[in-house]
């Protein structure tokens, strides 16, 4: 059997990806430190694909645990959604993101390295471009993280590529998700931030279920049709898809790939709020309010050497994202 590891498995995305993989036929392991997760969602994984999982809770910075863990177990390669991801966390702690988010990963290379696994998916996110120069951002656009959680992505799309370009036997697929949102179809897996959440989409939900009063909306003086913020909302499903696929292309063929994970298609902040009251039936209070700092007017991928190279593409659109967060979002897990 093939197997593999997914770090940070019991998070929002690696816990997707996990049952991704589980549903194609490998056999998972999980790592995670539970920082930001339960080990209770894994217990959700073997139900919903009937299978065991191999759960490890261990910290990637604990370089030893990670050599022992490599050591005993055989990993076809490994698929890293660990690590930390509030953008502004880490502009007041930058050196806890490094830590977590670069030497975290260097530990993982280590002993992927002593134990001969060579093949990587990587986490990165659309936010290493920086302030857009051209819409869509094609993955040659410049990279300019304007945040330190955004240069720990690119830091470490750098030491892979070094990896690679030094003759070594590393291949990666970095996928530079844009906007995550949704959840499983199952209403059983699926994000609860803890705290006021910080994404558009988890907000809304909350303010749906009435447990926040009104959305803020940051910003309706913007250069987009109805001035609100333009993003580019990729499913969870077709996200956790893209992982299973780019794993099986660098597997198969022995290359690296680096790719947007988006749809192309852009939608502003009422765009989600109309969506989402459509889903849930509910009727949304929002209050116009200033610009949030660091925000731009649009984000958008294009998407096309994700299926040109891998043969993914999105399957799923807003209406699907907002149905599957409100079922979520009222199911008691
Ligand atoms: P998440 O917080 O739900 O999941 C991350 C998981 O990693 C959590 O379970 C957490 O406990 C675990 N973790 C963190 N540090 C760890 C460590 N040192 N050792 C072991 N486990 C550790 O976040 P997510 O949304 O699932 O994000 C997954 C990855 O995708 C992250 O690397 C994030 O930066 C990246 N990403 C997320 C988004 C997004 O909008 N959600 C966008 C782009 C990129
Ligand atoms: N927004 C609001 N009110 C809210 C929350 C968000 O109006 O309460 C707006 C934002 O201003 C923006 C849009 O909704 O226009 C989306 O905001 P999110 O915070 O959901 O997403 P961002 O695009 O700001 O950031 C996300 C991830 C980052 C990642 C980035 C780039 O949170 O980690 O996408 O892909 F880096």
């Known amino acids: 059997m093939h197997n593999v590891l997914i770090t940070g498995g019991a998070g929002y995305i690696g816990s997707h990806v996990a049952l991704e993989f589980l549903n194609a036929g490998y056999g998972v392991a999980v790592l ?46 490994v698929i890293h959604c660990a690590g930390l991801k509030a953008v502004g966390e880490s502009v007041e702690l930058p050196l806890k993101y490094y830590d977590n988010n670069v030497t975290g990963t260097l530990c993982l290379l280590r002993a992927m390295g002593k134990a001969n696994v060579t093949n ?30 955004g240069n720990t992505k690119l830091m470490v799309e750098w030491i892979l590529q070094d990896l690679e370009n030094g003759g070594g036997a590393m291949r990666s697929a970095i996928l530079r998700y844009f906007n995550p949102a949704g959840a499983h179809k199952s209403g059983r897996l699926g994000e609860r931030p803890k705290g006021t959440p910080a994404n558009l989409v988890p907000f809304i939900s909350q303010v749906a279920s009435g447990q926040r009063e009104a959305l803020n909306v940051w910003g309706n003086d913007y250069d987009t049709a109805d001035g609100t913020g333009v993003r580019d909302y990729i499913h969870i499903l077709d996200l956790a898809n893209a992982h299973l696929k780019a794993f099986q292309h660098i597997t198969a063929k022995d290359v690296s790939v ?6 192309g298609l852009g939608y502003s902040v009422l765009d989600v709020v109309k969506a989402f009251e459509a889903a849930s039936g509910k009727t949304l209070a929002v209050n116009m309010s200033a ?19 891998i043969g993914w593409k999105a399957k799923y659109g807003l209406k699907d994202m907002c149905e599957d967060q409100w079922r979520w979002e009222r199911s008691d897990v």
Do not use: W
């Open 291 to 309: 610009r949030r700092p660091g925000d731009v007017a649009t984000y958008l991928a294009k998407v096309d050497l994700a299926q040109e190279v």
């Open 258 to 263: 680096l790719l947007n994970i988006g749809t």
């Open 120 to 149: 990587i998916v990587f986490s990165s996110s659309a936010t290493i471009y920086g302030k857009p120069q051209y819409l869509p951002m094609d993955e040659s656009h410049p990279q300019s993280p304007i945040n330190p959680y």
């Open 32 to 77: 995670d430190n539970f920082s930001n997760s339960d080990a209770k969602t894994v217990e959700t994984l073997s139900e919903l694909s009937g299978k065991v999982v191999d759960l490890h809770q261990i910290d990637i910075r604990d370089q030893a645990a990670l050599n022992t863990l490599f050591q005993s177990h055989k990993f076809e390669g």
